[in-house]
C-alpha cells in the first residue's frame, strides 16, 4: 500500500472490542460483563469478526478458549490500540474536569459588566478557578475551546444548557455634565454631537428612538463601531454619546463616570445567559459560577458580596 494512503477501517469496532476482551479474559462470560453486554451478543460479534476476516481467531478448548495463531497476532495489538483510546480520552475527561473554568465572552460584558465584580468573587475558594478569555465570536463549546461562555442572545443554543444573568435593554449614555440639562436643552446639544453606535445596535437604536418621548434624537453624526464597549469609551472621553445595555453600563453610572441622558429604556429581546454543554451541567465548577453570576446580576454593584 502507498504510504501516502490511509488505511480505512472495514471492521466494526464494537466487533473489535468484543474479540479484544474476550482474548484478553480467554472468557466469553468475563468479556460480556465487562463489556454490559450478553454473551450470545459477544459470540455473535466474534462470529461476524471471523466471517468478515476469513480467519478463525479463537476455539473452545475444553471450558476455556485458546486463541489461533491469527488471534494470538491481532489481540495484542487491539490490547495496545484500545489501551492508548481509553488513556487518550481520560486526559481529556480529567482536563476538562480539573483545573481553571475556562470561560469566554464578549469584551463589552468583561470590561464593563464582570470586571468591577469581580472584586466580590471568592478566587481562594476552591472551585472557583478561572481562565477568562474575551473574543466577539462564539467559541465552539462542544469540541472544548471553552468549558463555558457568556452570550447574548434569546436563550436557545442546541445541546447547550442557558442560565439567564439578565435581560437586556438600551439607553443612552454621555457625560454627566450632560445629565443636568432639560431635554429641551438635551437634545439641542446631543443635534451638535456624535452618536458612537455599536454595529450591532443599528435595531436597537431605531426602537430606541422611535419610542423616545417627545420624539426622536438627531445627532449630527452617527459613528459606527465594532462593540458597545467602544462606544461608552468614547462616550466616556467626551467625544459623544453612546447608546448600550443599560446593565451593561450600570457601574459606570453608578459610579459618576457616565450618566443616562433620557429616563427612557428600550428592550432588546434579549438578555445575557451563561451557557454550557448540557454534559456538563454536573460540572462543580459550573454550578459555583453560575450561582455566582446569577445572583452578583441581582444586585447593584454596590450590594452585598454574594
Given at each position: 500500500m502507498d504510504k501516502k494512503t490511509p488505511y480505512r477501517l472495514t471492521i466494526p469496532l464494537n466487533a473489535l472490542r468484543a474479540f479484544e476482551a474476550?482474548?484478553?479474559?480467554?472468557?466469553?462470560?468475563?468479556?460480556?460483563?465487562?463489556?454490559?453486554?450478553?454473551?450470545?451478543a459477544v459470540s455473535h460479534q466474534l462470529r461476524g469478526l471471523e466471517d468478515s476476516l476469513s480467519l478463525t481467531l479463537m476455539r473452545r478448548v475444553g471450558p476455556a478458549l485458546e486463541l489461533t495463531e491469527a488471534g494470538a497476532r491481532l489481540a495484542p495489538a487491539l490490547t495496545a490500540g484500545f489501551t492508548q483510546i481509553i488513556e487518550a480520552v481520560g486526559d481529556l475527561k480529567h482536563d476538562r474536569g480539573s483545573g481553571p473554568l475556562r470561560l469566554s465572552m464578549l469584551p463589552t460584558f468583561a470590561a464593563h459588566w464582570l470586571s468591577p465584580r469581580l472584586t466580590r468573587y471568592p478566587f481562594e475558594r476552591a472551585g472557583f478557578d478561572l481562565l477568562i478569555s474575551t473574543t466577539q465570536e462564539a467559541v465552539d463549546l462542544s469540541a472544548g475551546v471553552a468549558d463555558v461562555a457568556v452570550r447574548h442572545g434569546a436563550g436557545c443554543w442546541d445541546g447547550m444548557r442557558a442560565d439567564l444573568l439578565f435581560q437586556e435593554t438600551v439607553g443612552l449614555f454621555g457625560m454627566p455634565a450632560l445629565a443636568g440639562l432639560c431635554a429641551d436643552d438635551m437634545r439641542a446639544r446631543i443635534a451638535g454631537m456624535t452618536l458612537f453606535l455599536s454595529q450591532y445596535r443599528r435595531e436597537n437604536f431605531a426602537r430606541w428612538n422611535a419610542t423616545l418621548p417627545?420624539?426622536?434624537?438627531?445627532?449630527?453624526?452617527?459613528?459606527?463601531?465594532?462593540?458597545?464597549?467602544?462606544?461608552?469609551?468614547?462616550?466616556?472621553?467626551?467625544?459623544?454619546?453612546?447608546?448600550?445595555?443599560?446593565?451593561?453600563?450600570?457601574?459606570?453610572?453608578?459610579?459618576?463616570?457616565?450618566a443616562e441622558l433620557f429616563a427612557h429604556r428600550a428592550p432588546t429581546g434579549g438578555g445575557y445567559y451563561l451557557v454550557y454543554p448540557e454534559a456538563s451541567a454536573r460540572d462543580r465548577r459550573i454550578r459555583n459560577l453560575s450561582r455566582w453570576m446569577t445572583e452578583a446580576a441581582g444586585q447593584r454593584h454596590g450590594g452585598a458580596s454574594p
Open positions: 474476550a482474548a484478553r479474559h480467554r472468557s466469553i462470560k468475563e468479556a460480556a460483563l465487562e463489556l454490559g453486554m450478553t454473551p450470545s417627545g420624539g426622536p434624537i438627531r445627532p449630527a453624526a452617527v459613528m459606527r463601531v465594532d462593540s458597545s464597549g467602544l462606544a461608552l469609551r468614547a462616550a466616556m472621553d467626551g467625544a459623544g454619546v453612546a447608546l448600550a445595555g443599560t446593565e451593561i453600563a450600570a457601574f459606570d453610572a453608578e459610579t459618576g463616570r457616565l
